[in-house]
C-alpha cells in the first residue's frame, strides 16, 4: 500500500508538470508494480520526476507506456553503476 501511494505521488506530481491527466492512474500504478516489481521504489520515483522533467524527451502523451519507458530508460543509465 505504501508503495502504491508514493508511486500515485510522484505520478501527481509529473501530470501536473506536464499538463496532461491519466486516464486510469490506479490501472497504471497496477501495471507499473507489476512490470517493475524488482526495481526499488527510489528507483522508480526517480525515473518518473526525471521523465516528467524532460530527461528522456518531450511527453506528447502522458501514458502507462511512456512512464514504462521513463524507467526503461533509467534503468539503462543505472545498469553501468552496477557491475
Do not use: H
Not at 490506479?26 to 524532460?54: C, H, M, Q, W, Y
Not at 526503461?72 to 552496477?82: A, F
Amino acid at each position: 500500500m505504501e508503495c502504491e501511494d508514493e508511486i500515485k505521488k510522484s505520478l501527481a506530481i509529473s501530470m501536473d508538470r506536464l499538463g496532461m491527466d491519466f486516464k486510469n492512474i490506479d490501472n497504471t500504478i497496477s501495471d507499473l508494480i507489476i512490470e517493475f516489481k524488482g526495481v526499488p521504489l527510489k528507483d522508480v520515483r526517480e525515473a518518473i520526476r526525471n521523465g516528467s522533467l524532460g530527461k528522456y524527451g518531450k511527453t506528447y502523451r502522458l501514458s502507462t507506456q511512456e512512464v514504462c519507458i521513463w524507467i526503461r530508460e533509467y534503468i539503462k543509465t543505472k545498469k553501468p553503476s552496477l557491475l
